[in-house]
């Protein structure tokens, strides 16, 4: 092991890793082994051996309440729902065994709900909120809960105002304006003021804070709405609204560095998204291909997710379906690589595989409407109509003000002859200034009609 950490010390990444695999098989018991690689691949980002490594790491502490949460929590946060559920209510049925304070007890019922909606378990979640504690109910693990059950629940229309009943009440914490920010951002919107809202959650944000919240606690906000994502929207946010000064944002990427010392904050990835959404595709993939000569493992897959985004805008979709390939090779937890492969496989007609990459994305986040939405266009294009009805009709069950859905919905029912339903689904659609302009004119001909 000696020689592996000389070689992580000298920046040799892959080598360290490949000399720790090769000891691993010949000594897989041993603890500081296994230990030592599992924070090598977390700082490489390696995520899949990661999980592997934890599993094998897990069997020396087998029934400690306090390595099952830890492990139910990853899971979690890899969308592994089943495994982390079973982990996480072990915790909470044998709390009395293993004295903890009730913080700690809410954050691991929060997660078990979470856990249950992410299921469709909706009976289970709703209890496990029940028995949360009212003691601190500022924890963001349970807000959290509460705001993904409405969702679940169909209940979106109440979000904004229970957002503002949390922040009215708790205006410290950064988590309430970030899920505020994707509120309007995806539900109105509104790209300009969730800026305003995710600035004001990186306001909020320090490092003193991240590490108080997350070591003095063992739980914090950082979860469900850490620096990194926090930053990201804002960029993405900014740079739809207001292309025109791009210093500002530029400014706010090397303040969150500064401010938080978060290491998973790129921020020359951050600059080659920023070419991006200038329309500066030729630079950004060569930025992209410049930083790839230099890196490897799964701290690539960012900048291959890039260079798919740069070329699928440059019309280059083999290059960017290659690209794609790579990063989720590379990273098979990369959300935003999988929605880049799903956007390519759309532009080349490739339905079936699109229908694959999409039930992928919605298996790690059932309430991602954008992916049911692509799913029911998919399905249209193969003709199975009815697949297509279910998923339109579920993408406005969890965003309602998903004008365009609500017109491929309109179009389905009317294919079936339903026309009732279809034109209510049209009147819907037209109740929303957002809505495609192509879609308006066909909702409109086909209320005429």
């Avoid at 990201?232 to 025109?244: D, E, F, L, W």
């Avoid at 690539?300 to 890039?306: G, H, V």
Wanted: neutral net charge.
């Amino acid at each position: 092991m000696l020689v592996a950490k000389i070689l992580s010390f000298l920046g040799y990444k892959t080598n360290a890793i490949m000399q720790l695999e090769k000891i691993i098989q010949e000594w897989p018991e041993d603890y500081n082994l296994l230990l030592f690689a599992l924070h090598l691949h977390r700082n490489e980002e390696n995520w899949e051996e990661y999980l592997k490594l934890y599993a094998q790491f897990e069997k020396f502490h087998a029934g400690d309440l306090f390595y099952n949460r830890h492990f139910g929590s990853i899971l979690l946060e890899f969308g592994h729902y089943e495994e982390a559920a079973v982990r996480l209510k072990y915790c909470v049925e044998n709390w009395d065994i293993y004295t903890r304070n009730d913080f700690e007890r809410n954050v691991t019922l929060a997660r078990l709900a979470v856990c249950y909606i992410n299921l469709g378990m909706l009976n289970a979640a709703s209890n496990a909120i029940e028995k949360v504690s009212e003691k601190k109910p500022w924890n963001a693990d349970v807000i959290y809960a509460r705001l993904l059950f409405k969702i679940a629940a169909s209940q979106s229309e109440t979000i904004p105002g229970f957002l503002d009943e949390q922040i009215t009440k708790y205006p410290w914490l950064p988590c309430l304006y970030y899920w505020k920010g994707q509120y309007v951002r995806d539900y109105l919107h509104n790209s300009q003021e969730a800026y305003q809202l995710f600035e004001a959650a990186l306001e909020r944000t320090n490092y003193l804070k991240i590490r108080s919240e997350t070591i003095g606690n063992g739980f914090g906000g950082e979860f469900y709405a850490n620096s990194y994502s926090m930053l990201q929207s804002a960029v993405a946010a900014y740079m739809q609204s207001n292309k025109n000064n791009i210093y500002k944002i530029l400014w706010l990427v090397y303040l969150t560095k500064l401010k938080t010392l978060n290491s998973f904050i790129d921020t020359r990835a951050m600059r080659i998204y920023i070419l991006i959404e200038e329309n500066l595709f030729a630079k950004a993939e060569e930025e992209c291909k410049k930083a790839l000569n230099k890196l490897e493992g799964g701290k690539a897959s960012d900048y291959w997710t890039l260079l798919a985004l740069a070329q699928n805008k440059m019309g280059k979709l083999d290059e960017g379906f290659a690209s794609a390939k790579q990063a989720i090779t590379l990273n098979q937890y990369n959300d935003e690589a999988l929605n880049v492969l799903g956007d390519i496989q759309l532009l080349q007609h490739d339905w079936t595989s699109a229908i694959q990459t999409y039930k992928e994305i919605i298996k790690s986040n059932p309430y991602d409407f954008e992916a049911w939405k692509r799913l029911g266009v998919c399905y249209i294009n193969i003709k199975d109509f009815k697949s297509a009805q279910s998923s339109f009709e579920k993408t406005i069950q969890i965003n309602p003000s998903e004008a365009d859905a609500w017109v491929d919905l309109g179009d389905i029912y009317m294919k079936s002859g339903n026309n009732d339903l279809a034109l209510s689904a049209y009147q819907n659609g037209l109740k929303y200034s957002w809505l495609d302009k192509a879609k308006k004119q066909t909702a409109l001909l086909k209320i005429k009609n």
